[in-house]
């Protein structure tokens, strides 16, 4: 039996899941359908073989899970619209950033099944790393479709629902914030003659590299630190105008930013 599984919103984000689950090896387990009032968007979701619906109320009626990707201002329109054909069995797939799984029942029926998640870009890869928590009226066995569908297109940790806000930094925005990163070294590379390409190859082959010695090495972030830090070399001098302009205090607000407008978006 194929599930049915519905996108509302098919944009960066919804986009990108779908293209996940069509990559993953769930894909002959669901059946795709979407809507949103964007053409382009949809035909780009057609491509991926999702089935056209001409409404989001259509959509909800024809489906088990119902992702809800669209923007968080976006939101009270597509509540009101489905909100007859939400019904107790129905699962609804937040990925919206600071909606409250409290906000979407009491938009819609008390008591509804939602799934408050947090993806990430990478999923369009088959690199996701996705964030979820779940109301209590979701059945662990409806919990575990919707975390098999981030997990096969990527790895996936189950939250408490009072840090689904504070986790958007760490997973859901940061892959922005390690892009802005990676222009600066890329930019101080241009500046001082090297060719942008393989500046680009090179510190982003740096940053997987780096990314699996933290998930692989077994050893803890100050180890590899130290494992790269000659005495009197290279990496000491550069780690010491990192603190010195206080990157630490950089990120710290960076994230207290990010959690802060989670908040304001939530109802
Ligand atoms: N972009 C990202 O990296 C991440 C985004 N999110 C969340 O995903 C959600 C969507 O974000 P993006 O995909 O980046 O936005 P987006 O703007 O790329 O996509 C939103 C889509 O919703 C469609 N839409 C607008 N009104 C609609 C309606 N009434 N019914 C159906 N579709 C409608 C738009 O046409 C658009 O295609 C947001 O709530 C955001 O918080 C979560 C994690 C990461
Ligand atoms: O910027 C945003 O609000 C969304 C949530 C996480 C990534 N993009």
């Known amino acids: 039996m194929k ?3 519905g996108f509302i919103g098919a944009g960066n984000m919804g986009f990108a899941i779908m293209k996940g689950i069509t ?8 059946a795709l359908h979407v809507f949103d009032p964007s ?35 976006q939101l009270d329109e597509v509540l009101a619209d489905i909100k007859d054909e939400v019904t107790a069995d129905k699962v609804i797939v937040s990925i919206c ?15 509804a099944k939602v799934v408050m998640v947090m993806p990430n ?45 504070e986790v958007i930094a760490i997973n859901g925005s940061s892959p922005a914030f390690i892009y802005l990163y990676a222009q600066s070294f890329i930019e101080y590379a241009k500046s001082v003659g090297i060719d942008e390409k393989a500046a680009t190859d ?9 990314a699996k010695m933290i998930t692989d090495s077994g050893r803890t972030i100050d180890e590899l630190i ?18 010195e302009n206080d990157l630490d205090k950089a990120v710290r607000e960076c994230c207290e930013a990010c959690t802060k407008r989670a908040y304001e978006l939530s109802k």
């Open 23 to 30: 990559g993953s090896s769930m894909a002959d387990d669901i």
């Open 121 to 165: 870009t990478p999923l369009l890869l088959g690199e996701g790393a996705t964030a979820l928590a779940k109301s209590d009226s979701v059945s662990e066995n409806e919990f575990g479709l919707v975390c098999s569908i981030f997990g096969s297109c990527g790895i996936y940790s189950v939250l408490p629902k009072d840090k689904m806000k």
């Open 39 to 73: 053409q382009e968007a949809m035909v780009r979701a057609e491509q991926l073989g999702a089935a056209s619906e001409k409404n989001s109320a259509e959509l909800v009626s024809k489906c088990g899970y119902i992702f809800l990707a669209v923007k968080p201002q």
């Open 226 to 243: 130290t494992m790269v830090s000659s005495k009197g070399g290279t990496t000491i001098a550069g780690l010491e105008k990192l603190r």
């Open 97 to 111: 950033a600071g909606i409250t799984d409290d906000y979407i029942a009491s938009k819609t029926i008390a008591g």
């Open 3 to 5: 599930y049915n599984v």
């Open 202 to 210: 090179l510190f982003a082959k740096s940053l997987i590299g780096s």
